[in-house]
């Protein structure tokens, strides 16, 4: 989804919001997290993986920081996710890839 543009804007500006692809997303996500509060989909989890998993945090990556107007922006459109559920751009990624080059490099 690289190219999806993250959110929709009314003419005056003011109200902003994720689009329908990225709610879809989002709703996908929260679904994975109700699978995992299952005890016996944690077992099945850990049986096939051999990972324990509860209460993952989870990341949508999804378009580029310039879809956002501005940070102001974006914090805000955060703010209304779960605490547990962030959104990162292919630019953030991008980013922490190369932080973490440099700290591995060292």
Known sequence: MV???LVTRLHNE???RFKASINEAIAQLNEYRRYFES???RKSFHKKYGL????PKMILVVGR?????SDLQRRELQSLLPKDLEIWTYDD???RA???RKLVSK
């Open 65 to 69: 920081s310039h879809h956002f107007r």
């Open 98 to 100: 190369k932080m973490y």
């Open 39 to 41: 005890k016996e989909n």
């Open 3 to 5: 190219d999806e543009t």
């Open 93 to 95: 990624l991008l980013s």
């Open 14 to 16: 003011s109200r902003v």
């Open 52 to 55: 324990e998993a509860y209460n």
